[in-house]
């Protein structure tokens, strides 16, 4: 066998993309001597130059896989072999940075199967980036450049300056070796100590219920055994903090749960029995009827710890990972669309203020947009709808949500596995990376954690999930398989123990596909490893349904079969590795009590100079990185593959403004549409959580009813992100988050139907301090849309049209924009009138319905005087409007108050000035009122009540400062 | 001809086959997908359809680079029968992916002299995937896909969509013979620099057509703007008819309906 070296260069009259930003990158850290880095790509290919596989590798055939495939003709030129440094220059470093053995390599994978087309098969394909830095650089700079810049620590190698490679990675196959992890005679320090020393972040009551079960079995349990009960009680998996049973002292008065989720959230769908709401609470997605014959499912994940590690990989993954859940709902949906929401730190921040074992929040936000962008548009999926949030606190624990929508027959809706059913394992390969995934994701991070837990990183393909998606498909429409659902968090633990719970599995480890060998039979049952998931055939149809996996070569491998026996049995080459009792694993975990307190704060209102004019204000606000436009982070998703985008998530005559929702038309043969859209913000929750919630709920509604989604049918998703919940005041917050769940679901009319929750988000520094992420509730949305001809977006559409403003503002600053560019945070936040928030929500729905307006924005961070200036700047057309006319509270009469209170339920809508009437009809008795005109000039401008110009700018300035913030 | 037969070629990270079905099955083909794998079994195949669609994506990951792979695949499996197709006068549309396997497998520009691939699609000089909208002013009045004269307005949604030459003479020589189906310009039909060329081509080039005028291959989107509500603006405007991109279909079929 033989190992080629092939390396590819740009040629010099083309720009080198990679190491022009490798160098921008390399200026950012502060290292100043490089003067230019230029970038190659590197294979290296294992043939048998003798000719006994296929045709003969000789270096005839090395040249045309040099020249013909891996080299473009036009603008690039290869090397065959390893080119030292461009003569001539003294000062280059040499770096690679090669893939760690094991790490899944696509390219590679593609390689060998074109030169396969070529005609002669290879054994194995490697691939790496070489970078040649030009410049006197240090050791150390150099170092830091691998570090903070070429390679991730958790996937990658570096190699600087040395002439050699990593050793092929040819891994022993493995032997069977059954281990038992014994836990009867431990005692409750011995206990402790195993679940700390296996990383099965299993507390002492879970692991005495562990050793009680085992002691009544009279055996010890295997590590695998140990290893699913892990996985199967993880956090993760199955949410025990919100399904606890909660003592909550509030204020002082003593409330008692006993099932948190149980008695707010999922209460609330239960009492409002929607016959639309199909499947909640109960499959991988929420499932509701679109029309007559399909139905909408839904789901949003978070990876949070992933993507603080890898922030590429970590978000690809998380896109990955929940388009499949959708893909795995009932018998499976077909993707229509992503969205995606993101909590960072502050991307300006100093160096040298990041604590160890953090990542620059540039960095990860770079890292989790690319990582989105690839996943997502390689998919074909359109994303749509998100946001991005910026606070300090997320420097250690950024948040990455990431949503899919998937449609699906409306009799497909459930699964209906039997014994007797085949397990097949479909798609990509089974590996090493991320195990421990579900349990990992449930601890505290430490600075340490980027060593400890780099196996957890998931590593994803997103065209193995395409090709997979495809087939599945096809195996679907045929009715092929019972049941389906993916492997996520703990692999095929959670997979086929899942579909399994009521029936029983046996499995037969040894025929799962591997990567590579040398995993034993635990590690190949808890592999998080990417895009597979697990159907159950019927035997009479396996040969059928392979025939559509061989078609297009996806891979599908029986495993073992469904019994009746409530038993999971797993095997390795015949002999038994486990045998567990699904009630056990499914249904053992012992239940929680927890504490929780909630005491309100004690806040106050800063006092604020009164100023002449608020135009600088208003411009420093759209400059705020949560206000600003994300159009950097948009543009790079593809929002429009699939041909459905009805309303984009950029709107107005340059295509730029922002829109609220999104609208896709998911049929073509339909007009009915679907709006989607999402409510979130974490400063109110610093004053209070409960209001928090609302504030999202209403924000997301608003959202929604702003591009013409139906009142009454809007299905909610609530995702979690909080601190650490066994901290009685963390954990009260996240209560009364709930409690407000209920209350606004209730109130509006809209039922949860799936949620997640990501606890623990805390870091400890090296020096002890902890960082806890603000506790973050991430409200999503869809409605139907009737008639997508009927949709509205947010920019001003004709001169002299007339501008209401529907609902009312009040003195509400807290928690806003306007106090946080001041440094305060105040104690007004802003609260959602449960009785007229609906009214007002479900008139403006029929507002569109009859055509009685052209565009409608809604009032939210930064309050008015933002949302007048980004209709006036999205649809290039001048503004005048009038404090005069605006509805308020009796206690909201200072200028900046009406200018920049956040209060909820509130709408900007232009009318048609011939439709005035009939629309002033339709809000008969609503707090509304017209606040102004759409201009032919180009500004905005804003009198206060007493006649008195307080913001007068023009739209190109408005824009600029909105813009310029985030355009990389 | 009684039924006009459009092919949609899938592949593995293909992704914008069914939209593009769906706009030739509105133009009036009877359109299919099918993978490459069932051509490649039965190369006659092929041989059944008067339209064949290569459509956008990212076959095989972009992995290389993009269009890469599957053009290896095209040359190495399936050169001889998309030679006869288009020497049977048939019809062949690339579409931004499409678009990278025609000219990678060396089918765009077509019929010049050279004997080595001279042009190629590279990355955007802004150096990542773009999502934006763009005018197009069509540079030829042969090819069959195109109304001469008529901008139009498309999406772009590529990273890797600048399509250059080796040298000025191969550049020029696409000029002269009538290569460059299509320019990026702004509103009012002039060439500018980014975003108006969104990825740095030469000469503003967004599409190419080979010497028959049946071949075209382009990176904006057609598929996406067959309808009023697919225009980025549309809840602005008036004007409620169709999309820009219909009419590379509908003449597709007129011109099957009238040359089979």
Redesign the interface.
């Known amino acids: 066998m033989r190992q080629w070296r092939f390396e590819v260069f740009n040629r010099a009259s ?2 080198d ?2 190491g ?2 490798v160098l921008d990158e390399i200026k950012e850290l502060g290292i100043e001597s490089v003067e230019a880095v230029q970038s190659a790509r590197v294979f290296l290919i294992e043939a048998d130059p003798s000719g006994v596989l296929g045709g003969c590798f000789d270096n005839k055939f090395a040249e045309r896989v040099a020249k ?3 080299a ?4 690039e030129e290869y090397y065959i072999g390893r080119s030292g440094a461009p003569a001539g220059l003294a000062k280059a470093t040499l770096i690679e940075v090669h893939l760690k053995s094991g790490v899944t390599d ?2 590679a ?3 060998m ?2 030169i396969a ?3 002669i098969t290879v054994s194995n394909v490697r691939t790496a980036r070489k970078y040649i830095l030009l410049g006197g650089i240090s050791k150390s700079q150099s170092d830091t450049i691998a570090k903070k810049i070429l390679a991730n620590d958790c996937i990658e190698d570096v190699i600087i300056g040395s002439e050699t490679e990593p050793p092929s990675p040819h891994l022993k196959p493995y032997e069977l070796k059954i281990i038992h992890w014994p836990v009867c005679e431990l005692d409750d320090e011995g206990l402790i100590a195993l679940s700390k020393a296996k990383d099965l972040f299993l507390n002492l009551t879970e692991m005495q219920t562990i050793q009680k079960h085992y002691r009544e079995l009279g055996r010890e349990p295997t590590d695998v055994e140990l290893e699913s009960l892990a996985q199967t009680w993880s956090e993760h998996c199955v949410h025990k903090t919100l399904k606890s049973s909660v003592d909550m002292k509030i204020n002082g008065e003593q409330i008692h749960f006993d099932n948190l989720l149980k008695e707010t959230v999922f209460k609330a769908t239960q009492e409002l029995n929607k016959d639309w709401c199909i499947s909640v609470f109960a499959d991988n997605a929420g499932v509701i009827e679109f029309d007559e014959d399909t139905a909408i499912c839904f789901k949003v994940e978070t990876h949070n710890r992933p993507s603080a590690l890898d922030p590429y990989g970590g978000a690809a993954t998380g896109i990955g990972g929940v388009i499949r859940d959708p893909m795995g709902t009932g018998l499976g949906s077909r993707p229509i669309a992503n969205t995606d929401i993101f909590c960072f730190g502050l991307p300006d921040k100093k160096l040298e203020e990041i604590p160890k074992g953090v990542l620059h929040p540039r960095r990860i936000m770079k890292g989790v947009v690319a990582g989105v ?2 996943y997502g ?4 999926i359109p994303t749509v709808n998100g946001a991005v949030y910026f606070d300090d606190r997320y420097l250690a624990n950024p948040l990455v949500y990431c949503g899919n929508i998937g449609i699906m027959d409306k009799n497909k809706c459930f699964k209906h596995p039997q014994s007797g059913n085949l397990v097949i394992v479909v798609g990509g390969r089974t590996g090493r990376d991320g195990i421990h995934g579900a349990t990992f994701s449930s601890g505290e991070i430490t600075h340490e954690y980027e060593t400890i837990f780099s196996h957890a990183v998931q590593i994803g ?3 193995t999930e ?2 997979m998606l ?1 087939v599945l498909i096809q195996a679907n429409e045929a009715g092929l398989y019972e049941a389906i659902t993916d492997c996520g968090a703990g692999g095929l633990s959670s997979s086929v123990g899942e579909m399994g719970k009521d029936l029983g599995a046996e499995i037969d480890l040894e025929k799962v596909p591997l990567k590579y060998a040398g995993l034993n039979y635990a590690e190949i049952w808890i592999s998080e490893a990417q895009e597979r998931m697990v159907i159950a055939v019927k035997p009479e149809n396996l040969k059928a349904i392979k025939k559509i996996f061989d ?3 996806v891979e599908s491998t029986v495993i073992g079969k469904f019994t009746d026996d409530k038993k999971l049995i797993l095997r390795y080459n015949g002999q038994q590795v486990a045998e567990m009792d699904m009630d056990f694993l499914h249904r053992g975990v012992p239940k929680y009590s927890r504490k929780a307190i909630w005491e309100s704060q004690q806040l106050s209102e800063p006092s604020m100079e009164a100023m002449d004019d608020y135009g600088d204000v208003l411009l420093q606000i759209l400059s705020c990185y949560n206000v600003a436009s994300k159009e950097w982070v ?15 998530p ?4 340059d ?1 730029d403004g922002p829109s609220d929702g999104a609208v896709i ?1 998911p049929r ?1 043969d339909s007009d009915k549409g679907l709006a989607i859209s999402c409510g979130m913000n974490p400063l109110y929750g610093d004053i209070d959580p409960y209001w928090m919630a609302l504030a999202g709920i209403d924000e997301a509604v608003r959202n929604l009813m702003c591009v013409g989604g139906r009142f009454d049918r809007i299905a909610l998703l609530d995702n979690f992100c909080w601190g650490n919940c066994t901290k009685p005041e963390t954990f009260g917050a996240l209560v009364r988050a709930s409690q407000a769940c209920y209350d606004g679901a209730i109130a509006f009319g809209t039922p949860f139907i799936s949620g997640k929750d990501s606890l623990n988000n805390e870091f400890s520094c090296e020096d002890g301090t902890q960082i806890s992420i603000p506790s973050t509730l991430l409200i999503s949305a869809i409605s139907v849309v009737d008639d ?2 009927k ?3 947010m ?1 001003a ?1 004709g001169v002299s049209n007339l501008l209401f403003v529907v609902g009312e503002t009040k003195n509400e600053l807290g928690g806003s924009h306007y106090y946080k560019i001041h440094g305060q945070i105040g104690a007004n936040v802003p609260k959602v009138d449960l009785e007229t928030a609906p009214k007002i929500a479900e008139r403006m729905a029929e507002a569109t319905a009859q055509g009685l307006i ?2 409608c924005h809604d009032c939210s961070e930064g309050g008015l005087a933002v949302a007048l200036a980004e209709m006036a700047f999205a ?1 290039g057309l001048g503004i005048e409007a009038d404090l005069r006319g605006l509805p308020k509270s009796d206690d909201c009469q200072r200028v900046d108050t009406q200018l920049f209170s956040e209060s909820t339920s509130r709408y900007i809508v232009e009318v048609e000035p011939e439709k005035y009437d009939a629309f002033g009809k339709l809000m008969l008795n609503l707090p509304f009122g017209q606040i102004g005109k759409v201009t032919d000039k180009k500004s905005l401008t804003i009198k206060a009540q007493d006649g008195k110009t307080v913001i007068d700018l023009d739209l190109d300035s408005m824009k600029q400062a909105w813009l310029k913030p985030l355009a990389w | 001809m009684a039924q006009i037969k459009a092919v949609v070629l899938r592949a593995a990270g293909i992704n914008c086959d069914m939209e593009t079905e769906y706009a030739l099955e509105a133009s009036g083909a009877k359109a299919e997908r099918v993978h490459i794998n069932r051509m490649i079994e039965d190369r006659k195949l092929l041989s059944q359809y008067q339209i064949l669609v290569f459509p956008g994506g990212f076959s095989y990951g972009d992995d290389v680079a993009a269009g890469k792979i599957l053009a290896n695949q095209v040359i190495h499996h399936l050169a001889g029968a998309v030679q006869k197709f288009i020497d049977d006068g048939k019809l062949v549309l690339g579409i931004c992916n499409g678009f990278q396997v025609l000219v990678k497998a060396g089918i765009l520009p077509g019929n010049s002299s050279a004997k080595e691939q001279a042009v190629t699609i590279t990355y955007n000089d802004s150096g990542k995937f773009e999502d934006r909208w763009t005018y197009l002013a069509p540079q030829t009045d042969r090819c069959v896909f195109i109304d001469p004269g008529q901008q139009i307005y498309l999406p772009i949604a590529h990273g890797e969509g600048k399509v250059v030459t080796t040298d000025e003479a191969t550049l020029e020589k696409l000029r002269s013979d009538g290569h460059i189906a299509f320019k990026y310009v702004d509103k009012d039909g002039r060439e500018g620099p980014y975003p108006v060329n969104p990825n740095g081509s030469m000469d503003s080039i967004a599409g190419l057509t080979d010497s028959t005028g049946r071949v075209l291959g382009l990176m904006p989107h057609p598929e996406r703007h067959i309808r009023h509500t697919q225009h980025p603006h549309w809840s602005r405007l008036k004007d409620k008819k169709g999309g820009d991109g219909m009419t590379m279909f509908t003449n597709a079929v007129k011109y099957v309906k009238e040359n089979f």
């Not at chain 1, 929002?639 to 459905?644: L, T």
């Not at chain 1, 950029?650 to 005559?653: D, I, P, Y």
């Open positions: 083309f720009p993309v990679d022009s930003r013909d495939l891996l473009d003709p036009v603008c696509p390219v994978e593609s390689v199967a074109a087309d070529m005609g962008r690839d548009n390689r998919m074909g393909n997103a065209i395409k090709t495809d078609d297009e070569n948009i543009r790079q998703y593809d929002h429009e593959v699939q041909g459905s985008s009805v309303v984009k950029l709107t107005g005559v295509n038309r073509f997508i001809n949709c509205v977006t920019d559409k052209v565009s649809g």
